[in-house]
Structure formats: structure tokens, C-alpha cells
């Protein structure tokens, strides 16, 4: 879904002016949109005066403020204490859309991955198109008018394959709908010219995780998640995500685990996702999984049992675990990670099941057993959402000509 969307250029040092403070503006971002002035220009590498001219430009251009208040202060180890630099109040804003089976949130994010607020409305079962994409557009109408501040994009988070191209959902099946037109929905509910970019919700919680969560760092990330129920995954490689030939890759709650299993709403048998999602581990528990409204919290419930020691919850998570292991043994064998970040119920299904969820992997992988992969827990709460944001927000990271403060002001 989201091919064109790579890391913000970092990594390479230099005096191209015009590139300092594009690279110093990513650094800000990535460091949660405050830094002090001598950590941003030890990490630009290209010389104090250099680093001067680009701070200069972005504070001009009012993206970024120094706060130089004594008490603002930040000591950076020997030498002159350092000002602080932070994301200014007058930059450009994300706003963010999050769709799941039973929540909708809307929410204003700066740079620096900082969510401002948030709204959220409960969303029906089997909800209906037309009148969900009426209430996001009346949420994005409100926060953006609310926001007092340029808004660089709208990014939306679906619950389905996007493709690239065109911002079109393939199949949301979890919400019992087929193909939507997910990005002319969107624009059809605004009422200014703001540009609107649509993503697969596993991958945009996997670039945020990478940028800003437990992912940071890692050249190939394997992130696999589930959001209430279903699975999803992501491979976010050099800093991209990794789309496929149209933006549909990383189905990986539909790599098969069972050749005969129970039929899957996407048409297959026995998926990853029927054996290893939250729906699965309720019946793993003996306990109903439906309705799948309020499902995440009655899955909670489960798992806090088994903190307790519970032992049928405690099989449900052993079993499920066992499950998931060898379906990342699997992945492992074909992507070669070098971390592996697990979300939603699936990170407390680490929590819980670590030494199950490993034991598979090691025996099931021969790569794994030359190089074990760190399995980390997420570390955002609403990762997609913030991958969302990051979607809106690349053309100010990037300095792209299709964003800029005039055009973002009028
Ligand atoms: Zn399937």
C-alpha cells in the first residue's frame, strides 16, 4: 500500500545546504519532535555553522522553534548547555483516520509522531459504507477546523489490502464489505483541498513502529499484528514498506496452517488467522467468539486469568502461541529479519508465551537457529493511527513541491 513511503533520509552526512534541513527536520521527527540543538547537529554531521543555517531556515519557515529559556536548557555533558529544539506550534498537522471493526478514531498528529487529540466513535456490526464515511468525513471537517493549524494531508488506516495507486480497499472483509473506493469516500466528505493518502492498517503500524516505536533501527522488520481479530503483517525493508506489485503484500494471516481446515472468509482453508487471532483464542478457552463487538476486552479478560495462572486460559495461550511460532518460523525462513515486532493481542501473547512462541522458531527455522531474531512487543498504542499520520505527513519531511506553508495556509 504504501510503496512510495521510505524513512526519512538520515543517514548520509554532507554540507548540501539544501539537504541539512530536510535531513534536520527527519532527525526531529525521529526523536519524538524534540532534541537539543548540540545532539541535532552531532547527528547532522556536517559542522556547526552548517547545522546553524538549517535550524535558521526551519525556524523561518516555521517549522520548528528554539526554546532558549534558561529552564529550557538541556545539559549535554560537558561543555555549554544546549538549547532545546522543538516541533513549533505554527507546523503543519496530520489528521489521521483509524478504522477497525468496532472503533473509529480520528486524531490531529504533529511531527515528531505526537497525537494532539483524538475522537472516537463506536462503530456498529456490519456497519454501512456510506454512512461510516459520512462520519469520518464530519470528524476530519471538525478537527481540522478545531486544529488551528496548516494540515499537511489526511492519512487513513483500513482494515483491508490497499492498492497504491489509487487508495482503493480491496476487501475490508472483517467489516463484511467488499471493495470501497476508500480514498474519493474520504475526499468526497472534505470541504478543503487537502491531499488524502489510504493505507492497510499492519503496514502503516509497522512503518510507525519502525520510525517511532520498537522497530527503530531494524533493516528488515517483520511486524505482524492483530487488530481485534484477523492477522496482519508488514515487512518494512531499508526503511520502506515493502507493497508488493500493487501495494496488497504481507497478507500474512492468509499464509495457510492447516491444508484442511475450517473454510476462511477470504475463500482458503485453515489461515494463519483462523488458528492464531483473538477469535481463536477464545474458542481455545471454551468461550464464545462472537460477538465481535467487544471482543479485544473479553480477550483481555482472558489473558489477565492466565497472568493469574488460570490453567485453561493458560492452555489457550500455549496453545495459540505454539500456533503463531510456527507461522513466524515459516516467515522467518522466507524474509530473514533482524527483529521481529509483535502488536496488539499478539504482544500479549509474547508476554505470556514467549518461551512456546520461540521454542516453535528455533526448531521450525534453520535460519533462525543460525541467527536467532530479537521478538520484540510493540511499543506504540496506536500505531496506526500514527502511521497514518506519517503518510500526510512526508511531503513536509520530505519537502516535496505538493506541500508547501502557502499552500497549506490558504
Ligand atoms: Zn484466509
Not at 481455545?284 to 476486552?297: E, F, K, N, S
Amino acid at each position: 500500500m504504501t510503496p512510495s513511503v521510505s524513512s526519512p533520509r538520515v543517514g548520509t552526512n554532507g554540507d548540501d545546504s539544501a539537504n541539512n534541513s530536510t535531513r534536520m527536520l527527519a532527525l526531529l521527527h525521529l526523536s519524538g519532535g524534540s532534541a537539543t540543538r548540540a545532539e541535532l547537529t552531532a547527528q547532522l554531521g556536517c559542522g556547526r555553522s552548517a547545522a546553524g543555517y538549517a535550524l535558521t531556515e526551519l525556524v523561518g519557515r516555521g517549522l520548528v522553534r528554539i526554546d532558549d529559556r534558561p529552564g529550557a536548557r538541556s545539559g549535554t555533558g560537558p561543555g555549554r548547555p544546549s538549547h532545546l529544539v522543538e516541533v513549533a506550534p505554527s507546523s503543519p498537522v496530520a489528521l489521521s483516520v483509524h478504522l477497525r471493526v468496532d472503533t473509529l478514531d480520528v486524531a490531529v498528529v504533529e511531527l515528531g509522531g505526537r497525537v494532539l487529540r483524538v475522537e472516537r466513535e463506536p462503530v456498529e456490526a456490519r456497519p454501512d459504507v456510506a454512512s461510516i464515511f459520512l462520519r469520518i468525513g464530519r470528524l476530519l471537517r471538525m478537527l481540522g477546523r478545531e486544529a488551528g493549524r496548516p494540515v499537511a494531508g489526511v492519512g487513513v488506516s483500513m482494515p483491508s489490502p490497499v492498492r497504491s495507486e489509487d487508495g482503493y480497499a480491496l476487501q475490508p472483509r472483517h467489516l463484511e464489505w467488499t471493495g470501497v473506493p476508500a480514498r474519493d469516500l474520504v475526499r468526497e466528505g472534505l470541504d478543503a483541498a487537502w491531499p488524502v493518502h489510504v493505507g492497510n492498517d499492519a503496514n502503516l503500524a509497522a512503518l510507525a513502529e519502525h520510525r517511532h516505536g520498537a522497530g527503530q533501527g531494524a533493516r528488515q522488520l517483520l511486524y505482524v499484528t492483530t487488530e481485534h481479530i484477523g492477522i496482519g503483517g508488514a515487512l518494512v525493508t531499508e526503511g520502506s514498506v515493502f507493497g508488493g506489485a500493487r501495494g496488497y503484500a504481507m497478507e500474512v494471516g492468509h499464509t495457510s496452517a492447516d491444508p484442511d481446515g475450517p473454510r476462511c472468509s477470504c475463500g482458503s482453508r485453515g489461515c494463519l488467522e483462523l488458528v492464531a487471532d483473538t477469535r481463536a483464542l477464545m474458542r481455545a478457552a471454551y468461550l464464545p467468539d462472537t460477538p465481535v463487538t467487544g471482543i479485544g476486552y473479553r480477550a483481555r479478560v482472558l489473558m489477565e486469568a492466565a497472568e493469574r495462572g488460570d490453567p485453561t486460559a493458560l492452555a489457550a495461550v500455549d496453545e495459540v502461541a505454539t500456533r503463531l511460532g510456527v507461522g513466524l518460523a515459516g516467515l522467518v525462513n522466507l524474509l530473514d529479519p533482524d527483529r521481529i515486532v509483535l502488536g496488539g493481542l499478539l504482544a500479549k501473547l509474547l508476554a505470556l508465551g514467549r518461551t512456546r512462541i520461540t521454542t516453535e522458531l528455533r526448531e521450525r527455522s534453520f535460519l533462525e537457529r543460525a541467527v536467532p531474531v530479537p521478538v520484540e512487543v510493540a511499543a506504540l498504542d496506536s500505531g496506526a493511527l500514527l502511521g497514518a499520520a506519517e503518510l500526510a505527513l512526508e511531503p513536509v519531511l520530505q519537502a516535496r513541491g505538493e506541500w508547501s506553508e502557502a499552500s497549506a495556509a490558504s
